[in-house]
């Protein structure tokens, strides 16, 4: 697998969550959950009963999000819970090496997650530590944003500073590079063009007739994609 598809449930019918995963669940990859704690970001929506409910509802591995301002206290519960992936935000963060450390050991993948105006300098010492590193391509809070195109150069800088910590360290690191916000049929080419294998994509999955196909399409571009960037380089 070189690229990964992770529906976001914010744009998706909150009454009918599980019917709602399982309408993506032979297609995507992952299932993402945003935790929204009217903190960190202007809006409110589920937190550790939901996601312990979905872990045991859902066939997809949970790939959580939290945008909330605790994440040092929560992000490891989560984990604990059976998420596959646990996100957390570099600007809400007070301990990141300790909380990264302990997703881990509860068993999840770690990630970490910079909003559009945070730089990633800071924090390319911390890739080691995480599974995922996540670069928003919106401000994290809401669905249907529009995709913030100066994001892209992150995207390309975060792809240089992974390919090179693999050259350097000699060894296959697993470290995905993934975009959420605004991410559609019309921008996922460009995302996976600057180097993104992990694509977060709300309403262009559950605004959709048919989610499913929605899923195969986005990972169609975005594989077609990979495709011209590894024949030119
Ligand atoms: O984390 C967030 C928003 O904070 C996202 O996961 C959104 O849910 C993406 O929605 P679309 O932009 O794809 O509609």
Known sequence: MTLRISPSVLAADFTRLADEADAVADDADL???????NHFVPNLTVGLPVVESLVKNVRLPLDIH?????????????????????????EATHAPVRTLRAIRAAGAQAGLALSPATPLLPYEGLLEEVDTLLVMT???GFGSQKFLEFTLEKVRRAREAIDSLRRVSGREIP????????VNEATIERCAAAGADSFVAG?????????????????AKAESTQLVVTEAS
């Open 138 to 140: 919106v401000e994290p």
């Open 31 to 37: 299932l993402h959950v945003d935790v929204m704690d």
């Open 66 to 90: 939290l945008g909330i301002a605790d994440p040092d206290r929560w992000a490891p519960d989560y984990a604990e819970a059976g998420a596959g992936s646990v996100t957390i935000h570099a």
């Open 203 to 219: 309403s262009a999955v559950y605004a959709s007739d048919d989610p499913a196909a929605a899923v195969r399409a986005l990972r």
């Open 175 to 182: 470290l995905w590079l993934q975009v959420d916000g605004g």
